[in-house]
C-alpha cells in the first residue's frame, strides 16, 4: 500500500512561516516528482509547487520569493517551507507524487490526505 503523509500544518500569524513534511512510503520503483497543492475554502485546488528528483522547480507565482520546495530522494520526503505567509495562503496542503512502483508500470499519481494550514491577520 502506497502512502502519503503529511505532517507540519498548523495556525501562524500573518508573516509567519511553517514548514511543510511529506513522506512516501510503500513499494515504489521511480518517482518523476513530487509537489504541494492547496484548496482553499469554495476554491479549487491548485498547484503551490513541484519538483524532480533531479532538484529542478516550479512554482505558482503566488508562491515565488516565499516558499521553496526540496525533496530528499533517499528518504523520500518533499518538504515545503512557506515564509511570510498571509491570510490567503490559508488552505488544506496536499502533498502529490507522481511514481512507478515497478520497473514495467505505469505512472500513477497519489495524493495525501492534506494538512490544514490557516494564516490569521
Known amino acids: 500500500q502506497l502512502q502519503l503523509v503529511e505532517s507540519g500544518g498548523g495556525l501562524v500569524q500573518a508573516g509567519g512561516s511553517l514548514r511543510l513534511s511529506c513522506a512516501a512510503s510503500?513499494?515504489?520503483?521511480?518517482?518523476?516528482?513530487m509537489g504541494w497543492y492547496r484548496q482553499a475554502p469554495g476554491k479549487e485546488r491548485e498547484l503551490v509547487a513541484t519538483?524532480?528528483?533531479?532538484?529542478?522547480?516550479n512554482y505558482a507565482d503566488s508562491a515565488k520569493g516565499r516558499f521553496t520546495i526540496s525533496i530528499d530522494n533517499a528518504k523520500r520526503m518533499v518538504y515545503l517551507q512557506m515564509n511570510s505567509l498571509q491570510p490567503e495562503d490559508t488552505g488544506v496542503y496536499y502533498c502529490?507524487?507522481?511514481?512507478?512502483?515497478?520497473?514495467?508500470?505505469?505512472?500513477?499519481?497519489?495524493w495525501g490526505q492534506g494538512t490544514q494550514v490557516t494564516v490569521s491577520s
Open positions: 502529490t507524487t507522481r511514481l512507478r512502483r515497478t520497473p514495467w508500470g505505469s505512472w500513477g499519481d497519489y
Open positions: 510503500g513499494s515504489i520503483f521511480r518517482i518523476n516528482n
Open positions: 519538483v524532480i528528483p533531479g532538484g529542478d522547480t
